[in-house]
């Protein structure tokens, strides 16, 4: 057996008898391993394709489902168009009673809260120190009359005896001085004869204007002082005033038109500015203007006989300017605000098909009053328009409609007039566009209520704007 040589590699143990691996080999694999990548991308595609287009036809068939609307028709009816204002109601007339003599104060004749007549006597002092001075100025001036007689004799007198030549000229001037010294006596002791009067009256205090009386400051038996105690406040409250203010803005169109018209209509309203409580004219506006509030007061008059205004009551005055026979008027849940501050309406027309569809329509508001908005320019009267379910409407919306009953109290937190949500929560369903989206980028919110003549077809009102989802 032949021996091997040791110095020779083991072929076995290095493998280098096996042949080497085709290159050709190696790209096979990469292709296949890129055409695998591929197919598997292809068929990710092509199933976000088909989700998509599931979506986008799950989105249309839900865009053009009908939405429930609730509506209400357009009105023209009478309406005022007025300026409102926060006004303080202030007595007609204020007398603070003071005594114009001093003395003890008798049992008073009045009772506390009462009405007064003017002339009516409501305190008296006690007369008798000014019955006494008057007596003593009538003695007085019976005195100085007796002896005013007797010197009128003496004159004559003299003049006869200076006739005679008894006297002379000196003695009879004499007499005639005496006897105008007299006279002149009479005249004083006449005025204080008719001051004593005076003074003796000044004991009996009488109302001086017909009013409301209040409580009595000073207690009888209490000596009081002349021209420095106060008695009681009378106020006249039938009529009463109510002084109010407006921007300097609209004071113009108010002066024109109490220029020509010397009874423009004021109404009074509560503090909550919905319940109207009397009816009065505006009576004058004040000779300038506040500079630290850029306002001016104005006073208007009311009759009061119902005695609903007291002093010092805050009240909301609507300042009619005019009062329109035939004023477009739509529910001011209706009104609908855009991004760039523009006001429109929903309104429910036909599709020509037996369907209903939903449009926008542009107004232009003259005056918010409380839930009725009046408009200048708008719908038709008679049109539909959306007062609940807006949030949901596009132009062209298919929808069905019910009678819209806006709500008076709506949400917890929300002003009068404001809707809820449309049915089922307001939230959109899978693929349904977001709430108010329309096709113009534009979106719209519910109409809240605005407070009654805030603002009118000159100004806009001031809305919060609903962010696009």
Same mark, same amino acid.
């Given at each position: 057996?032949?021996?091997?040589?040791a110095?020779?590699?083991?072929?076995?143990?290095?493998?280098?008898?096996?042949?080497?691996?085709?290159?050709?080999?190696?790209?096979?694999?990469?292709?296949?391993?890129?055409?695998?990548?591929a197919?598997?991308?292809? %068929?990710?595609?092509?199933?976000?394709q +088909?989700?998509?287009?599931?979506?986008?036809?799950?989105?249309?068939?839900?865009?053009?489902?009908?939405?429930?609307?609730?509506?209400?028709?357009?009105?023209?009816?009478?309406?005022?168009?007025?300026?409102?204002?926060?006004g303080?109601?202030?007595?007609?007339?204020?007398?603070?009673?003071?005594? %114009?003599v001093?003395?003890?104060?008798?049992?008073?004749?009045?009772?506390?809260?009462?009405?007064?007549?003017?002339g009516?006597?409501?305190?008296?002092?006690?007369p008798?120190?000014?019955?006494?001075?008057?007596?003593?100025?009538k003695?007085?001036?019976?005195?100085?009359?007796?002896?005013?007689?007797?010197?009128?004799?003496?004159?004559?007198?003299?003049?006869?005896?200076?006739?005679?030549?008894?006297?002379?000229?000196?003695?009879?001037?004499?007499?005639?001085?005496?006897?105008?010294?007299?006279?002149?006596?009479?005249?004083?002791?006449?005025a204080?004869?008719?001051?004593?009067?005076?003074?003796?009256?000044?004991?009996?205090?009488?109302?001086?204007?017909?009013? +409301?009386?209040?409580l009595?400051?000073?207690?009888?038996?209490?000596?009081?002082?002349?021209?420095?105690?106060?008695?009681?406040?009378?106020?006249?409250?039938?009529?009463?005033a109510?002084?109010?203010?407006?921007?300097e803005?609209?004071?113009?169109?108010?002066?024109?038109?109490?220029?020509?018209? +010397?009874?423009?209509?004021?109404?009074?309203?509560?503090?909550?500015?919905?319940?109207?409580?009397?009816?009065?004219?505006?009576?004058?506006?004040?000779?300038?203007?506040?500079?630290?509030?850029?306002?001016?007061?104005?006073?208007?008059?009311?009759?009061?006989?119902?005695?609903?205004?007291?002093?010092?009551?805050?009240?909301?005055?609507?300042?009619?300017?005019?009062?329109?026979?035939?004023?477009?008027?739509?529910?001011?849940?209706?009104?609908?605000?855009?991004?760039?501050?523009?006001?429109?309406?929903?309104?429910?027309?036909?599709?020509?098909?037996?369907?209903?569809?939903?449009?926008?329509?542009?107004?232009?508001?003259?005056?918010?009053?409380?839930?009725?908005?009046?408009?200048?320019?708008?719908?038709?009267?008679?049109?539909?328009?959306?007062?609940?379910?807006?949030?949901?409407?596009?132009?062209?919306?298919p929808?069905?409609?019910?009678?819209?009953?806006?709500?008076?109290?709506?949400?917890?937190?929300?002003?009068?007039?404001?809707?809820?949500?449309?049915?089922?929560?307001?939230?959109?369903?899978?693929?349904?566009?977001?709430?108010?989206?329309?096709?113009?980028?534009?979106?719209?919110?519910?109409?809240?209520?605005?407070?009654?003549?805030?603002?009118?077809?000159?100004?806009?009102?001031?809305?919060?704007?609903?962010?696009?989802?």
């Open positions: 057996m032949p021996i091997q040589n110095t020779e590699p083991d072929v076995a143990k290095t493998g280098e008898s096996h042949p080497r691996r085709s290159p050709w080999v190696r790209v096979f694999i990469y292709l296949v391993l890129i055409a695998a990548g197919f598997i991308g292809w %068929r990710v595609y092509q199933n976000k +088909k989700a998509n287009a599931n979506t986008a036809h799950q989105a249309a068939a839900l865009a053009n489902r009908p939405v429930p609307v609730q509506v209400v028709p357009a009105e023209q009816k009478p309406m005022p168009i007025y300026l409102t204002g926060l303080t109601v202030t007595p007609n007339f204020t007398v603070t009673v003071k005594a %114009r001093s003395g003890e104060l008798l049992p008073v004749k009045f009772t506390e809260g009462q009405e007064v007549k003017e009516e006597t409501i305190m008296v002092i006690d008798k120190p000014y019955q006494a001075s008057l007596d003593q100025a003695g007085t001036l019976a005195h100085d009359q007796a002896l005013l007689k007797n010197a009128q004799a003496e004159v004559n007198r003299y003049k006869a005896l200076f006739a005679a030549g008894v006297v002379s000229r000196e003695s009879m001037e004499a007499n005639e001085a005496q006897l105008g010294q007299y006279q002149g006596a009479i005249q004083s002791d006449n204080a004869v008719e001051n004593a009067q005076l003074q003796l009256s000044w004991c009996t205090i009488k109302a001086p204007i017909s009013g +409301k009386i209040g009595r400051l000073v207690d009888p038996g209490n000596v009081i002082s002349a021209n420095s105690t106060n008695l009681v406040v009378i106020n006249q409250l039938k009529p009463i109510v002084y109010f203010t407006l921007p803005n609209q004071l113009p169109q108010v002066l024109k038109r109490l220029a020509a018209d +010397k009874h423009m209509p004021v109404d009074a309203y509560d503090r909550s500015d919905t319940q109207l409580l009397t009816k009065g004219n505006l009576l004058t506006a004040d000779n300038q203007i506040d500079p630290t509030t850029g306002t001016g007061k104005l006073k208007a008059v009311f009759n009061n006989q119902d005695s609903v205004l007291f002093p010092n009551q805050f009240v909301n005055i609507h300042l009619v300017l005019e009062n329109r026979p035939n004023a477009l008027v739509v529910p001011s849940a209706a009104i609908q605000t855009g991004l760039n501050g523009s006001l429109f309406v929903w309104t429910v027309n036909s599709d020509g098909k037996g369907g209903q569809v939903s449009q926008m329509q542009p107004v232009t508001v003259a005056l918010a009053e409380g839930q009725t908005t009046i408009l200048d320019s708008g719908p038709a009267p008679g049109t539909q328009v959306v007062v609940d379910g807006a949030e949901r409407l596009r132009p062209g919306q929808v069905t409609t019910s009678a819209g009953h806006p709500r008076q109290g709506g949400r917890p937190g929300s002003e009068p007039g404001m809707t809820d949500s449309a049915p089922g929560g307001g939230q959109p369903s899978p693929g349904q566009p977001a709430p108010g989206a329309r096709p113009d980028g534009a979106q719209g919110q519910p109409g809240a209520n605005r407070r009654s003549g805030q603002y009118r077809s000159d100004q806009s009102p001031s809305s919060n704007q609903r962010q696009q989802q």
